[in-house]
Structure formats: C-alpha cells, structure tokens
C-alpha cells in the first residue's frame, strides 16, 4: 500500500501561472480533503471531497478548485497563482468523516 | 465553526521528564479525536485515534485521553526522548479542523 501519494513534492510558479497538484490513494477511502499550511496559522481547509462527483469548499478555497472524478484522486488546480498562495500544501483522506485521517508527505510550493 | 487550541505552543523539557499536551475544542459534538506528529518538513504522523465511546488509548510511551463532555483531550508522553522533538497536533474528527500544535523540544 502506498497509502496517500502527492506530487509534486516541490514546486516553484510564477505569478499568474496554474498549476495541479496531484494527490491519490490506494486505501478506497471516500473522504479526501486538501489543507494548507502556513507558519503560526496551523491546517486550513481549503476543498474537500466525500466520494467520487462530490466536492465542496472549506475554510480557504478562494483562488483554488478540485474535482474529483475517481475514488482514488482528488486534484487541486491553482487556477492564477499568486505570492499569497506559497505555502506547503497537505492532502488526506479517510474511510469516513469521524475515521482518522492520512496524510500525504506534502507539497512545497513558492510562487514569486 | 469548531475551534481547537492546544496549549502550550511550545514546550521544551529535559530528557526522561514526564510531559502532558493538551487540547481542548469548542464543539463537543465530535466523534473520534486522532492525534498527529509532524517532524519538521515533514507530513503528519497518526499516533492514536481515540473513539468517542473510549475514554484513553495507549501506544507504547503514549497515552491519550478524551472528555467530550468538557471538550478536553491530552496526550501524555511518558520517559521523554530526543527522538520525540516534533510539533503534536490533534483533530476532532468529523469538521475537518485541527490544532495549531505544539511544539516540543526534548534536550539531551
């Protein structure tokens, strides 16, 4: 099992350019969720997922959108990048709502 | 919105020290509560998923409890290490929210 896999692992954009991040897992799990990561301000929500064709936003998602066509992966798109945007990004997911969670090992992104 | 604090932010102890970490959330309509560590540059580790209907659940030098009632759970380390230096976060599951974490430093 390779449990959650995300890339890339790091990442350097330009302001304005878009990108994906990719995340997936093997676990069958319904639940997938991106969070961000910033310095004093712990995990944000930004979208997540509750089975294949149902997405929705959470705490952060402006400037973000996802999609999720497969169980098994659950994109995040950067639609314009801007400098606000750098962070390390988290993807994880879980059988259901109140399971515990698995994280990916994270994507470092910079946008300058 | 369910707010989660975990106090202290940081936290630097000697090696051996016993040591409790703490959380408590806003919402006690939870149903389970995980505890997570994260090296630095690193992903988050689950340590100890704690159902609603357990009241502790042990991992080796770990132990953590829950209290729904009073929306408090504390992670207890016992015998500290070096090697257990990292930020400790925990998440109510169910709303997606987790703690800003704290930061432990365990000094040789």
């Known amino acids: 099992n390779a449990g959650v896999t995300q890339t890339p692992k790091f990442q350097v954009l330009k302001t304005g350019q878009s990108m994906t991040l990719q995340c997936a897992q093997d676990?069958?799990?319904?639940?997938m969720s991106w969070y961000r990561q910033d310095p004093g301000m712990g995990l944000r929500l930004i979208h997540y997922?509750?089975?294949?064709?149902?997405?929705d936003q959470g705490e952060v998602p402006n400037g973000y959108n996802v999609s999720r066509s497969t169980t098994e992966d659950f994109p995040l798109r950067l639609l314009s990048a801007a400098p606000s945007q750098t962070s390390v990004y988290f993807c994880?997911?879980?059988?259901?709502?109140?399971?515990?969670?698995?994280f990916g090992s994270g994507t470092r992104l910079t946008v300058v | 919105k369910q707010e989660v604090t975990q106090i202290p932010a940081a936290l630097s102890v000697p090696e051996g020290e016993n040591l409790v970490l703490n959380c408590s959330f806003t919402?006690?309509?939870?149903?389970?509560l995980q505890w997570f560590r994260q090296d630095p540059g690193k992903g988050l580790t689950s340590l100890l998923l704690?159902?609603?209907?357990?009241r502790e659940q042990t991992s080796g030098r770990l132990n953590a409890s829950l209290d729904k009632s009073s929306g408090r759970s504390t992670l207890y380390i016992a015998a500290s290490q070096p090697g257990d230096s990292a930020t400790y976060l925990c998440?109510?599951?169910?709303?997606?929210?987790f703690g800003t974490g704290t930061s432990l430093t365990v000094i040789p």
């Open positions: 919402d006690s309509a939870i149903y389970n």
């Open positions: 704690i159902q609603s209907s357990q």
């Open positions: 998440a109510p599951l169910y709303q997606f929210y």
């Open positions: 994880a997911s879980s059988i259901g709502a109140t399971e515990g969670y698995t």
């Open positions: 676990m069958n799990h319904e639940y």
């Open positions: 997922s509750v089975g294949a064709g149902i997405t």
